[in-house]
């Protein structure tokens, strides 16, 4: 089964730290565009970050740009999201997805890679 596994949320303070990681299985991500998403309940799933195929490029939105930063290991097939300083807002659950481009990442039209997702939350 082709799936992607996000792990790595938990309780936080405000202005605290968390690392997410999203591992995929079934096939290789290597040549895929990949991305991190949030969604609050009764809201629509939003953007976050995305990452090109190699790592060399990434995309934020405005809400996390300069404190959260997006990486991957193509070796362990694996995505990153390093969050720092924290804040309330990003209450979320967290889910990542892969397609051809940044651009249809972030479009999140494949529905077949959202699983779960890891539950952040920022409270003091």
């Known amino acids: 089964q082709v799936q992607l596994v996000e792990s790595g949320g938990g309780l936080v303070q405000p202005g605290g730290s968390l690392r997410l990681s999203c591992e995929g299985s079934g096939r290789s991500f290597s040549n895929d565009a990949m991305g991190w998403f949030r969604q609050v309940s009764g809201k629509d799933r939003e953007f976050v970050a995305a990452i090109n195929f190699s790592g060399g490029t990434s995309t934020y939105a405005p809400s996390v740009r300069g404190r959260f930063t997006i990486s991957r290991d193509n070796t362990k097939n694996t995505l990153y999201l390093q969050m720092n300083n924290l804040k309330p807002e990003d209450t979320a659950v967290y889910y990542c997805?892969?397609?051809?481009?940044?651009?249809?990442?972030?479009?999140?039209?494949?529905?077949?890679?959202w699983g779960q997702g890891t539950q952040v939350t920022v409270s003091s």
């Open positions: 997805n892969a397609d051809t481009l940044i651009s249809t990442v972030i479009g999140g039209k494949t529905a077949e890679y």
